[in-house]
Each structure stands twice: as C-alpha cells, then as structure tokens.
C-alpha cells in the first residue's frame, strides 16, 4: 500500500507536541524495559544462577508472547486496510443521473423563474409560508 490511511493536515506546533509526547513514551518504555531486564540479569546472590536463568526464561517467553500478539494484530490491521481498499475499489451503486431544472422545481415547489434567480443571485434571500414551502425568493447582485 502506497497510500497512508488517515490524513489529516495539523499544525506544526500540534506536530510538534505529537513527536515530543512520542519521543517521551519510547525514552518512557525504554527506560522501563532495560532497568527490568538489569535487575532480572542481576540477582544479589551468586548461588541462585538457577533460579536467575528462570527468571530470564520467564521475561523471554512473556515478551515473546507480546511479540507474536503485535505480529497477529499487525497482520489483522493490514488484512483489514486491504480488505478496504478492493472493497472501496469496486462501485457497488450506480451513477446517479443530473437532476434536471424542471425536478428541482417541482421538488421544492419552485415558481417559474426563481430557479434562475436561485442560481444567478450573490446575496439570496428565501421566504417560506407556514407549510414551509419557498413562497418568494429574491435576489441581489452585490455583496
């Protein structure tokens, strides 16, 4: 996929905020997962090798299920945007025809003419009765 799936153009200063909060959660975790794994590695007392080897084993097989977990949801979340994109590719309605000028009118109950006025108009104003029908539409050129 060569396209990104949500875009939306920000600010540089909200941008900016987005990359510092960033960079602060990966020093964040980072910081976390390395004082972890010292203190897994360094075990006060030379006699328990053993149960240190366990408790390494045990750090190892937990972030190896956390790894298979991201690698499942990854390939969900790229199935997924896949999905999307054959599925947005394929027109599964029709084209909808251009309304004609006598629709319109007989759709919003148009007097002969105030389409034109409607369309040519800058300043438009529109008055309704009290069934909420366009009754008068009046029109001015300048602004």
Known sequence: ???????TD????????????TILAWLGFSYLFITGFIAVLQNKSAS???MNFNLLWAT???????????????AILYAWA????????????????????????ESFQLKPGHLAELRNGK??????????????V??????
């Open 10 to 21: 920000q600010h540089w200063f909200f941008k900016a905020i987005d990359i510092f909060l």
């Open 48 to 50: 328990e090798f053993g």
């Open 82 to 105: 896949i999905y999307n994109k054959k599925r947005r590719s394929i027109e599964r309605r029709g084209i909808i025809p251009p309304v004609e000028d006598d629709e319109l009118e």
């Open 60 to 74: 190892i097989d937990t972030l190896f299920i956390y790894l298979l977990v991201g690698i499942l949801n990854a």
């Open 1 to 7: 996929m060569t396209s990104m799936l949500i875009k």
């Open 138 to 143: 009046s029109c001015s050129s300048r602004l």
């Open 123 to 136: 300043v438009i104003t529109v008055s309704n009765d009290e069934d909420g029908l366009i009754s008068d």
